[in-house]
């Protein structure tokens, strides 16, 4: 039964701890990429006061006679360059982009693994196409809440997040440093957003520059300009740096750890989430890959008005080219059967690992991109699987 609630979600900006790390984890992902579109990686990186260690494991198959990984991919660099982008250059930043230590712990790919990756014939291996990189479950979503078709506590939260970072880097506001948090509540009745009733912002900050000063430019600049006036009223609560101070932020403050942000990444907590993370891995990973194409699958659901609501979930084993199971859920809003739904789903998309990559051109350093402000809901044309282009052959295939 529908009723009215209240459902919160969180945004994290750039220079958040974690972020820093996941941003890290991916540039070295497309720095590889760029080398070789064929590339393994699974990159994870940790941060804490003026230390980096980036580690995991890359196999670049087609390195130069006589290279070494080091040789092509310059780590101490790319974090340097990383760190640097996302605004750590301040004289008083103990995390700067000159003056950290970069440590890196890095092996090749398992073999172990990599044969089941591999689309060849392998001892014990039960076919010779390419199969998951890993066992695991993921979850696609999508709703009509906002245009993006997405829940929109987590699209607000976003947009709050990416408006205090254009403004950071724009030069406006020079007080504003990187680290930063928002988090939007939204009053919902009878299935649809119709209001907010609080919305939180942290915000890194420099010493001379009040609370109130802060307080005002928050609600004035980020909150009432991002925000849909008519969801923002007289009753809407704003907790502008609600600690009284936020001078000490990102690894100084808080250590940092590529794959932390699983939730602002993807849904906000209103889609479930298989618990995989997404930066620092390759397309074969299909902690990363299936969600993307969970995420496509139940845009085009919702996008075809099969449903209003549309959480797809499935799962892989190890080395193993089909998935081993698939469910829709559809939550009482599907305009025909979920039966007729799924089956449409079945004829019009291949959920084979070596498909998905081909289905949504993943083999491409494009990864960057998503790293910030959610992985999915952006309109960017590499970003495949916010495209709505299967609608008609889902509404042909659901008759």
């Known amino acids: 039964m529908l009723r009215r609630f209240i459902f919160a979600s969180e945004s ?29 990686v699974a990159c994870e990186t940790y941060a804490k006061s003026n230390v980096v260690i980036v580690g995991g494991e890359i196999t670049i198959p087609n390195l130069p006679k006589g290279k070494h990984l080091e040789d092509v991919i310059p780590i101490n660099q790319i974090v340097r360059e990383t760190v ?4 750590y250059i301040h004289d008083d930043d103990v995390f700067h982009a000159r003056k950290i230590f970069v440590n890196t712990v890095i092996t090749d790919q398992s073999h172990d693994i990599s044969q089941g990756v591999d689309a060849k014939k392998a001892k014990g291996k039960q076919t010779s196409e390419q199969g998951a990189g890993d066992q695991g479950l993921m979850f696609g979503f999508a709703c009509d ?13 976003h947009r709050l997040g990416r408006e205090l970072t254009r403004v950071r880097k724009s030069g406006k506001a020079e007080w504003l440093r990187p680290d930063a948090k928002s988090q939007v509540s939204v009053i919902y009745d009878n299935g649809k957003p119709v209001g ?9 900050h420099t010493e001379d520059i009040s609370h109130d000063e802060i307080e005002k430019f928050c609600i004035e600049k980020i909150i009432r300009k991002m925000l849909p006036k008519s969801m923002v009223n007289g009753t809407t609560r704003f907790l502008i740096n609600p600690t009284g101070r936020f001078v000490i932020g990102g690894p100084q403050g808080d250590t940092g750890l590529t794959g932390r942000k699983i939730i602002v990444d993807s849904y906000g907590g209103w889609g479930r989430h298989g618990g995989g ?22 845009k085009n659901v919702v996008a075809a008005g099969l449903a209003t609501r549309c959480e797809i979930q499935f799962a ?54 998503t790293t910030n ?16 282009d299967k609608t008609a052959a889902l509404k042909k295939a659901a008759r």
């Open 316 to 369: 892989y084993a190890i080395g193993h080219p089909d998935p081993v199971s698939m469910n829709i859920n559809t939550f009482g809003t599907n305009t025909v059967p979920e039966e007729a739904i799924e089956r449409a789903v079945n004829r019009t998309f291949s959920f084979k690992p070596a498909e998905i990559i081909q289905q949504l051109d993943l083999l491409r350093p494009i990864y960057s991109k």
């Open 84 to 87: 640097r982008d996302i605004g």
């Open 145 to 157: 809440d906002t245009p993006e078709l997405m829940p929109a506590p987590i699209m607000f939260a």
């Open 12 to 40: 994290v900006g750039e220079g958040h701890p974690d972020k820093v790390c996941d941003t890290i984890s991916d540039a070295v992902l497309d720095a590889c990429l760029r080398q070789d579109r064929k590339s393994r």
């Open 196 to 204: 907010i009733s609080n919305v939180v912002i942290s915000t890194q």
């Open 373 to 388: 402000y959610g992985h999915f809901g952006k309109d960017d044309p590499d970003i495949t699987w916010e495209k709505t």
């Open 277 to 298: 993370a997404f930066s620092g891995k390759d397309p074969s990973k299909v902690d990363r890959s299936a969600a993307y194409m969970g995420r496509w699958v139940a």
